[in-house]
């Protein structure tokens, strides 16, 4: 977040909401949460504007993903490059979520690919990203 901001219980409800449906009609949002639209509006903006929300997203349907080719992505890191690594490597649409970890592994990517022509060349960026000294990667075949 751009600013130290404390997220009281109205904005940590918003955020759950608009988890789970981020194109919820802010008078919808407003009529669940017990306040005015001009409120669900007003902490929108503020929200937005400090960075608390860094954007709106979709869940698709499982057969729209089911042709996707996702993994996971362990990364080490030479040093103390961890912010530099993290850096380029947010520049990459194609990992979907990172998370730090503890462990022989210092980052966790998801990665997701239309055709392996394409991951094997996010594998390749990710690999040769100043800063990264190995990885592992496992596709993931299917959820359970």
């Known amino acids: 977040m751009k ?10 409800n918003l955020i759950a909401i608009l988890r789970k449906d981020g194109r919820a009609p802010v008078a919808k949002l407003s009529q669940i949460l017990g306040v005015s639209r001009a409120t669900v509006q007003n902490r929108l903006d503020r929200l937005l504007s400090s960075g608390a929300i860094l ?53 966790i990517a ?3 690919t239309t055709t392996l022509t394409e991951f094997d060349r996010v594998l390749r960026r ?17 959820s359970i």
Do not use: C, Y
């Open 55 to 107: 954007g709106f997203t979709i869940r698709a349907h499982h057969e729209v993903e089911q042709n996707l080719i996702k993994a996971i992505m362990m990364i080490e890191v030479a040093g103390k490059s961890t912010s530099q690594v993290i850096q380029k490597l947010r520049g990459l649409p194609e990992l979907t979520h990172m998370h730090t970890t503890n462990g022989a592994w210092d980052l």
């Open 110 to 112: 998801n990665i997701q």
């Open 3 to 12: 600013e130290t901001q404390i997220l009281d219980d109205l904005d940590i």
């Open 126 to 142: 990710v690999r040769m990203t100043p800063g990264v000294l190995n990885s592992e990667t496992s596709i993931l075949l299917s």
